[in-house]
């Protein structure tokens, strides 16, 4: 399969509820967006669930909801070929292997993918962020697959601690061949193939609320992202995963079992003790043990999955519990019994060590933060600024939460309220989380003139927004007259605001073709005055002037004048 440099972008991206995580800002609201559909079947050819992707700006967001697989971790993968076809004894095995462009080794091979984690009814329900490829990118020649396998992925981490001998009785140290293209995640349980277009469905994903969180802060106290645990039922815990400030790749992902992050700057986080509930298990089956977080290129990990391995009343007992991502990928204790090791008093033995028992050798500790409920907003201040208006005219509402000593307050829930302009009532968009610095924002969708308001509880923002459009009719020049040149718009916005955004878009077609393109976005000068140019596509009808203004705490509404010239 080769990489293409093309890119499938999506009119919006899926920023999950409650973690807020994808290329939204943290604490972004639910939006819809057209995703790709891979259906999971079994050897036998049951349907066992859907894998969903969606793409912006080079990351893809997997969704993944499947049912049927053993209780446990499981490989999950991007395999070379678009096929799903093979024998009993070997199924799928058309798929070829990893995808693998850059003939990296297993870790490191652009098809890898999180593990994904079955809960005891056999239920995953998963989703994480990935750079590793692009949808247009497996859209190759001759496609690509999707394989979950039956046994768990050690991510190509086998220690140089650990020798193999080879078949034509050569040995060596760390990772044999075959871990190295596969991570020895055993046979091939379900595949799906990738469809050559994005057919649908559309999605929409629930905002969550939280029962508790983790603020995530660096050995040097940064802060770097947010953990939040709701209950799901009466037997499982759902986990949203905002980190930053990590290396890109895999990373060890774990409870611990005491709520401190205390260390040295050699050891740092050593006080959150071992993993929780490791008693008499090896690691893979600790009740802390959780899928690794993959970062991308920017250092992010997003990610949120189901787990039954614990409740929030274990996490939260008399000694609390910590939330620790290390700086390697978590092998998850599968080191075949092909591999031997040789223990510091001379004995010696094969497959997994001690160490690797109780670690899964994730590596130094790189971002810890301790659970807690978080406090009741009593002395929260909130603020609701100008919204930002993103391509595809789709407004990006940002806010900030500050406590009582005026610092950022984060994972503090904030439901957003909005009214379609000249409507006198209000109703509520969407609920974001303010992030660890105390920011907040809510997407909106694409070609919304509204009014907008934020509240904490009984607490309504300081400020509110209009937007206001304001629709001009192409009379001079005469439509379609410009197409191919530059077309300079000015106006001035009453009041005269300074600073305010002000977009330009186009309509073009008539009737059921009628489409709405956006050009481009300035903002005004002193006085309320703007100048924004742009060239005119084929078709054009009509302009589209907008813009958001606020004045104080007042609502107020704004007009505009536009002269073409």
Known sequence: ??????????????????????????????????????????????????VLLSERDGQVHVRVRASGLAPGFHGFHVHSVGQCDGSTTTPFSSAGGHWNPDSATHGAHDGDMPPLYANADGAVTEDFVTDAFTVASLRDSDGAAVIVHAGADNLGNIPARYTFTNPDGSTGTGPDTTTKATGDAGARFACGVLPTENAGPMFVNATRSRAARAVLRTPSGGSAGIVRFNAVGSDRVHVSVDASGLTPGFHGFHVHSVGQCDGTTASPFTSAGGHLGAGGNDHGKHAGDMPALFATADGKARAEFDTDAYSLAQVLDADGGALVIHAAPDNLANIPARYSFTNADGSTGTGPDAATKATGDSGGRSLCGVVAVPPPPSTIGLRLDVPVVTAGNTPVLLGTVKDAAGAGAPDVEVTFFAKKYGESSYSSIGTGFSDESGAVSLVVGPNVQTAY????GNLASDRALVLVNARVTVT?????????????????????????????????????????????QTTTTSGGEFSISATLPTGTAAYVVYTSARQGTRRGSASLTLTVR
Do not use: N, W
């Open 1 to 50: 399969m080769r990489r293409t440099s093309s890119i499938i972008t999506a009119v919006a991206f899926v920023a999950l509820g409650g973690g807020g995580f994808a290329t939204t800002p943290a604490g972004a609201s639910p939006v819809v967006v057209p995703a790709s559909q891979i259906t999971l079947r079994s050897a036998a050819g049951a349907d066992v669930g859907t």
């Open 453 to 456: 308001v934020a509240r904490v």
């Open 476 to 520: 001079s020049p005469a439509a379609g007259s410009t197409v191919g040149s530059t077309t300079i718009f000015t106006g001035r916005l009453l009041p005269a605001y300074v600073g305010a955004p002000v977009g330009l878009g186009v309509y073009t077609g008539s009737g059921a073709s009628r489409r709405y393109t956006y050009l481009g």
